[in-house]
């Protein structure tokens, strides 16, 4: 069975740093891509970027790029999205997705992870 | 930086009905990188049509996608309760190359 399982909520302060995970099971973790989907509280979907686990080779939405690192380690099958500095505006809920090419839909999703910046 | 916009914002439906959910797009997209999700309270989206019209395995054939160019519809054939939920379309465009979401139609109950 394939899943993605997600780290759990994280709780921060303005500034701080972050990185939440996202582990890969029951598939050849390095055939697929893997991407980051925000949901800020009561809002849409939006991309953040994708990276293909076999060659760390990634891609940023304009909007996050420079704003969270995407990484991955394929010897453990896990997915990273990071913060350096965060702000109360990175307050949402955090998916990974599985494609199986680049510009694919999202066939497997992570239960998310809920990040709070708040002073 | 292609901009999908899905109407209507909300749906009113009784279950049984026929809904038809559109998704125009700023620029031509390729039917091949346009998808639907569907997202219940609570839950993180779901996958139900890829290349525009392609269901996903597992899910019901009352749903279906249609389209090409710049607008494309899911069509909910007959509405059954557990189908009320929202619904985001998605594209994929090579310049730049980035994901882009419509903002949601939202499906509730008449």
């Known amino acids: 069975e394939v899943q993605l399982v997600q780290s759990g909520a994280e709780v921060k302060k303005p500034g701080e740093s972050l990185k939440i995970s996202c582990k890969g099971s029951?598939?050849?973790?390095?055939?697929?891509?893997i991407g980051w989907v925000r949901q800020m509280p009561g809002k849409g979907l939006e991309w953040m970027g994708i990276i293909n686990p076999g060659d760390s080779h990634g891609r940023y939405s304009p909007s996050f790029q420079g704003q969270v690192t995407i990484s991955a380690d394929k010897s453990i099958s896990t997915a990273y999205v990071q913060w350096s500095s965060l702000k109360a505006s990175d307050t949402a809920m955090y998916y990974c997705?599985?494609?199986?090419?680049?510009?694919?839909?999202?066939?497997?999703w992570g239960q998310g992870t809920l990040v709070t910046v708040s002073s | 930086e292609i901009v999908l916009t899905q109407s209507p914002g909300t749906l009113s439906l009784s279950p049984g009905e026929r809904a038809t959910l559109s998704c125009r797009a700023s620029q031509s997209v390729s039917s091949t990188y346009l998808a639907w999700y569907q997202q219940k309270p609570g839950q993180a989206p779901r996958l139900l049509i890829y290349?525009?019209?392609s269901r996903v395995t597992g899910i019901p054939d009352r749903f279906s996608g249609s389209g090409s160019g710049t607008d494309f519809t899911l069509t909910i054939s007959r509405l059954e309760p557990e189908d009320f939920a929202v619904y985001y379309c998605q594209q994929y465009g090579r310049s730049p190359p980035m994901y882009t979401f419509g903002q949601g139609t939202k499906l509730e109950i008449k």
């Open positions: 997705v599985r494609g199986w090419y680049v510009g694919s839909g999202f066939d497997y």
């Open positions: 290349g525009a019209s």
């Open positions: 029951g598939y050849s973790f390095t055939s697929y891509w």
